[in-house]
């Protein structure tokens, strides 16, 4: 971990270059929501990983422009997209969210479509991460305890403190992660191994 001033390409770039330098191979996968600055510096530094939007992120902007009376609806239309057993049956349950939205919500249609080769990359790789890679869940639980205890001081503290105490919040938080569900297939993905809807390709 490391402080930045704010959610910049520059900022981004920094911690990547420095990951990096340290010996990180390039990932096969980066996982994020909307941010801008985070996907221009990963293609930068990494540009032969592939990329993945988070789906509750991007539920929430398709929400955002629906009718909150709709948005059960909307939701489980949705989530026929990205709980899908395989890309086709995904595409299909896309074109269904815009008959049954798009006429009366086009921005809606247009703020899924926009981001669709990315919200479907899960599909290129095992299916039982599917449940790990389709969000950033796993990293915003982690940081809302940090957001909870740093909202409530009333002094900043130094840089020192404030990176100390983080620390140890994010330390004790990583106590309650769920276990990667398949870990053996995190070096078959690493090996090369390519995947088509969540299972092996032949060679």
């Known amino acids: 971990m490391d402080e930045g001033l704010r959610e910049s390409s520059e900022t981004w770039g920094a911690i990547l270059r420095a990951l990096k330098e340290r010996g990180l191979q390039s990932p096969k996968l980066f996982i994020g929501d909307g ?11 990494f540009p032969e990983a592939a990329s993945q939007r988070c789906w509750v992120h991007k539920t929430r902007n398709i929400l955002g422009n629906i009718h909150k009376t709709l948005h059960g609806k909307a939701k489980e239309a949705l989530a026929l997209i990205y709980q899908a057993p395989d890309r086709q049956t995904a595409m299909g349950a896309v074109a269904a969210f815009g008959r049954q939205f798009g006429a009366k919500y086009p921005k809606a249609q247009e703020c899924l479509e926009k981001d669709l080769d990315v919200l479907l990359t899960f599909f290129d790789f095992p299916a039982e991460h599917w449940i790990h ?14 957001r909870l205890r740093t909202s409530k001081m009333k002094g900043c503290g130094s840089p020192e403190t404030i990176m100390t105490m983080v620390y ?3 330390e004790k938080a990583s106590g309650r992660w769920r276990k990667l569900r398949g870990p053996e297939l995190v070096a078959v993905v690493l090996n090369g191994q390519a995947f088509k809807d969540g299972i092996p390709k032949a060679a």
Do not use: H, P, Y
């Open 35 to 45: 941010s801008l600055g985070f996907w221009k510096a990963a293609r930068e530094v």
């Open 168 to 170: 140890k919040l994010l």
């Open 133 to 146: 890679i389709r969000s950033t869940n796993a990293i915003e639980s982690t940081f809302s305890t940090v």
